[in-house]
């Protein structure tokens, strides 16, 4: 009758283990942030092994069943899917949850070109990626601050709301040659986080291009006004600016550079000729020369 008894007793034992190992179950937390720590709560009596495993690290630690388990911060400060699994013996739970990114405190920006003409409709372009104190991808909208400026002159400003991480724009640059300032940062959540880059503004092409001729001794003397932009800018020194004479003989071409914001050539001498000036595409004022202008 002992032995009997005492098999009833290990019968009962091994199906409460049993029955105790399968109620033994995990809750995690509904929302987890990244480095701010969290509990992951436990079903169960006795005692068991918690598995963590996330996108940059794994923990093992011995756990009291029914009582909560406490995630260090910095035990979870990437961001992304983490699994937890209770184990014992040769049972297991296990359950999978998120651990978002947290406040936006940094940027990384890039902007494009870095040199570029004035004037120019969505020439310059910028691109920020946002991400928390962790270098964890910002997924939340949030919104961004672009500023260009030249010195001494209000900055352009726009506001982009970054979508999964991302936030771009197109900017035209400015009408005033110089080293424009390219400015990203985070308006909102008290970060200082402000990324600069320098974008070169110069002139554009000319614009209202002019010259005049005179007698040279046995040559043609012609020299433009000095040359700027449709903005106002000087078009920069070493642009080169050609000259063309037309006369019976045929025609002469001479390519200058500018120099102290003028151009100017020497031209075969004729008795009749037309004279022209152009700067790339930009052609300027004709003369005629021995006929009037």
């Known amino acids: 009758m002992r032995k009997l008894l005492l098999g009833v007793v290990m019968i009962a034992m091994c199906w409460f283990a049993a029955y105790a190992a399968h109620a033994a179950e995990l809750q995690p937390p509904a ?105 964890n991808l910002v997924l939340a909208p949030t919104p961004v601050k672009f500023a260009l400026s ?40 008290g970060s200082d986080a402000s990324i600069r880059r320098v974008v070169q503004q110069v002139a554009a092409e000319a614009c209202n291009l002019r010259m005049k001729a005179q007698p040279q001794g046995n040559a043609i003397l012609v020299e433009t006004e000095p040359i700027k932009d449709c903005s106002g800018n000087p078009v920069p020194d070493g642009t080169i600016v050609t000259f063309t004479e037309t006369d019976a003989s045929g025609i002469s071409t001479v390519d200058a550079r500018i120099k102290k914001d003028v151009a100017r050539a020497e031209l075969p001498a004729s008795h009749s000729a037309t004279i022209n000036v152009a700067s790339g595409v930009v052609l300027g004022n004709e003369i005629h020369w021995g006929g009037g202008q």
Do not use: C
């Open 31 to 135: 929302h987890a942030v990244a480095g701010a720590g969290f509990d992951i709560k436990t079903s169960g009596s006795g005692s068991d092994t918690l598995i963590l495993i996330g996108p940059a690290s794994a923990l093992k630690r011995e756990v009291a069943l029914g009582e909560p388990v406490s995630i260090a911060g910095d035990e979870a400060r990437a961001a992304g899917r983490y699994l937890a699994i209770l184990s014992s013996g040769g049972d297991s739970t296990s359950k999978e949850f998120f651990v978002s990114s947290g406040q936006a405190s940094d940027l990384v920006f890039l902007a494009r070109p870095s040199r570029v003409a004035t004037a120019q409709k969505g020439a310059i372009s910028g691109v920020a990626f946002v991400f928390d104190e962790y270098k």
């Open 150 to 189: 030249v010195e001494g002159h209000a900055p352009v400003l726009r506001t982009v709301t970054a979508r999964e991480g991302v936030a771009w724009t197109h900017m035209d640059s400015t009408s005033n040659q110089g080293a424009a300032q390219f400015v990203a940062s985070l308006p909102q959540g």
